[in-house]
């Protein structure tokens, strides 16, 4: 097992750390195993390898030497378990046991890296969450077969502003995937649900986080998948700078094959508006097809906005990320 697929093996082991994913982040991850194996022909087989636990947490560890690499598996595992939210008792027991195995106790490099993560995936701080936020999004999300609550009055929803702030998100989260620091990739998806939210609440419908998590589910976009994805395929394209050994070099040229956090938002924005517009009735198979036709178009509007993606990732600095997500 070489460097590169001992780091995907650890973040796979992270995705199944707390056993709590459902079958269809478990088919997200399976997808994206199978989607990578013309870049790593071993993937599909390792995705099989970690799900039935023929190969072990120590074994991943042992074929990585390169202290650089061995920080990098860590952190892409530290954000693999925060992706949909903060982390459960397993999953911390899973993470405390990878940093033995990676000799990085004390590290303090690790150890800001993962508080930065931590802040960016309470989630609770982007959406409203109540006590009763999991029963409200099974009720209420196209999860469920009955159709949604409709809005008796839609108000008056200023569509180029809506169509703008979309696009936006789409450029800012299109750069958060070039930049070589793995704790800026846990942004993508609090900005996401941010966008959901905001755009929930302009056609007049109060969310909580919990809806927003299932709606995001329901249409296609995998909480822990999307990061799977993001790093994955920046490690095999040779982008990440720390495992590389250098920084990370033509951002233009880095951001062509990398279009899918561009794709994916604006694809859930533009799937978003159109539910939420007409007062979240549209079927589980009317809002996955719906937002897999969408995102052929976004992959393509890439090359479009690629300058502002490279302009917007060459000027991002922790601190302005962090006021980002949090709205400041």
């Given at each position: 097992m070489n460097p590169e697929h001992a780091i995907l093996a650890i973040s796979l082991f992270a995705a199944f750390a707390d056993g709590a994913n459902d079958d269809r982040e478990r088919e997200h991850i399976r997808r994206f195993a199978e989607t990578l194996g013309a870049d790593a022909p071993d993937l599909p087989r390792l995705y099989q390898d970690v799900l039935?636990?023929?190969?072990?947490?120590?074994?991943?560890?042992?074929?990585?030497?390169?202290?650089?690499?061995?920080?990098?598996?860590?952190?892409?595992?530290?954000?693999?378990?925060?992706?949909d939210g903060r982390q459960s008792e397993a999953e911390q027991r899973f993470l405390a046991e990878l940093k033995k195995l990676l000799g990085l106790e004390g590290d303090a490099g690790?150890?800001?890296?993962?508080?930065?993560?931590?802040?960016?995936?309470?989630?609770?701080q982007y959406a409203p969450a109540t006590a009763t936020a999991t029963a409200a999004a099974?009720?209420?999300?196209?999860?469920?077969?009955?159709?949604?609550?409709v809005v008796a009055a839609q108000p008056q929803v200023p569509e180029a502003e809506l169509d703008k702030s979309?696009?936006?998100?789409?450029?800012?989260?299109?750069?958060?995937?070039?930049l070589p620091q793995s704790w800026a990739t846990v942004a993508i998806i609090p900005l996401q649900i941010k966008m959901v939210y905001q755009i929930g609440k302009t056609y007049g419908h109060e969310l909580d986080q919990g809806h927003i998590k299932e709606f995001l589910a329901t249409v296609g976009v995998g909480l822990t998948s999307q990061y799977l994805e993001q790093f994955g395929r920046k490690l095999l394209g040779g982008l990440l700078g720390k495992v590389a050994g250098k920084t990370i070099g033509n951002l233009g040229k880095a951001a062509t094959g990398m279009a899918f956090s561009f794709a994916t938002t604006y694809a859930l924005g533009?799937?978003?508006?159109?539910?939420?517009?007409?007062?979240?009735?549209?079927?589980?198979?009317?809002?996955?097809?719906s937002f897999q036709g969408l995102l052929g178009p976004a992959k393509q509007m890439q090359t479009q906005y690629l300058p502002q993606i490279r302009e917007r990732a060459a000027n991002l600095d922790a601190g302005q990320i962090m006021a980002m997500v949090k709205g400041a």
């Open positions: 039935f636990k023929r190969i072990s947490l120590a074994q991943a560890t042992q074929a990585i030497t390169d202290l650089g690499q061995r920080q990098f598996a860590y952190e892409m595992a530290v954000c693999v378990c925060d992706a690790s150890q800001e890296m993962e508080n930065r993560a931590e802040t960016l995936a309470d989630l609770d099974k009720t209420n999300t196209a999860a469920s077969t009955a159709p949604g609550p979309i696009l936006n998100y789409s450029i800012l989260n299109g750069a958060l995937e070039l533009q799937i978003a508006k159109r539910y939420y517009a007409g007062g979240r009735q549209m079927s589980t198979a009317m809002l996955q097809e």
